[in-house]
């Protein structure tokens, strides 16, 4: 009998160690899906890309090959770099610039302020859809609404398609990107409301005008929402896919080829899926690189209240 009690003494769990098993047991549906569909397939593409897969045939391994090609015989692959590069350029500041202009509007408490906000973030909800990049298609196109309206003006004499030319068809993607301002614009306009209304009355007391206000009160006090938008931002860009694919298809001769569709085509139209796994890494690293740079250059223009104290 008291052999059985100790045994039973033994094998009981102590609370500490039943509270950790049941944690576990509550975030066990979540861990068997972070290893089937997040680490299985980042494996697994890390070593697809380091083979000739092609969704036809048996994988077999090439090591490197793959990412020697990239740097060294696709032209295509350099041009989808910089088209994308330019497109984050140009419409990541743009966007941000116009959705902190829109915040600073909606900043007060006005009549009607909150039916103006739901309708200026609707864009962000609806934009990356595929009905609207039809649209836009649409718009931008030789029969569109931009063309009527110029012709209607005298601006322009003959129609022509904004998308189907070489020169601006990047410009209506970087149009349509800022369009989708609604997101970063109730980011701004949450930060803006933080900011203590006291220091505006100090600085109109000291015969600060708006101007100076702005730069020296409300930048500096936006700076972490402004980095924490820029990095999002920055990130949703180089994986932009839908206007690229639904409103120009890449064209014209790969002016609005991003960096993401190009991995589609090569991916799942012309099958080298072993070399797209391998321009997805490359994605990866670029995406990295750049998300490190804007961390490191954060020291010098991101100021948080902790840090002033």
């Given at each position: ?215 020296h009160i409300t930048l500096p006090s936006l700076s972490p929402i402004i980095f ?9 860009s180089f994986m932009s896919f839908t206007q690229s694919y639904i409103v120009t ?61």
């Amino acid at each position: 009998m008291t052999e059985k009690m100790l045994t039973r003494q033994r094998t009981r769990l102590s609370p500490k160690l039943k509270e950790g098993l049941t944690g576990y047991l509550f975030i066990l549906p979540w861990l068997v899906g972070l290893l089937i569909f997040t680490i299985y397939p980042i494996l697994s593409s890390l070593y697809y890309s380091m083979t000739d897969y092609n969704l036809l045939t048996e994988a077999n391994f090439v090591g490197l090959k793959n990412y020697m090609d990239i740097f060294t015989k696709d032209a295509r692959f350099l041009k989808s770099v910089k088209v994308t590069l330019t497109y984050t350029f140009f419409q990541v500041p743009l966007k941000l610039g116009f959705a902190l202009f829109i915040a600073m509007l909606f900043k007060g408490n006005r009549r009607g302020v909150n039916v103006y906000r739901s309708l200026y973030y609707l864009p962000s909800i609806f934009g990356g859809s595929i009905a609207i990049a039809i649209m836009w298609r649409q718009i931008f196109g030789r029969t569109g609404a931009v063309n009527a309206i110029l012709k209607s003006l005298g601006l322009i004499t003959t129609a022509k398609s904004w998308i189907a030319s070489p020169d601006t068809a990047l410009g209506t993607l970087i149009l349509l990107a800022i369009w989708q301002f609604g997101s970063p614009m109730l980011i701004f306009l949450a930060g803006l409301r933080q900011i203590p209304q006291s220091y505006y009355e100090a600085a109109s007391i000291d015969g600060a005008r708006a101007w100076r206000k702005f730069l020296h009160i409300t930048l500096p006090s936006l700076s972490p929402i402004i980095f924490f938008n820029l990095l999002m931002q920055t990130i949703s860009s180089f994986m932009s896919f839908t206007q690229s694919y639904i409103v120009t298809g890449g064209g014209p001769t790969d002016e609005t080829l991003m960096y993401a569709l190009y991995i589609y085509d090569t991916g799942f139209t012309n099958y080298r899926m072993g070399y797209a796994s391998a321009l997805s890494w490359i994605s990866l690293i670029i995406i990295g690189i750049i998300t490190m740079v804007i961390f490191k250059t954060s020291n010098y223009w991101v100021f948080y209240e902790s840090k002033a104290e």
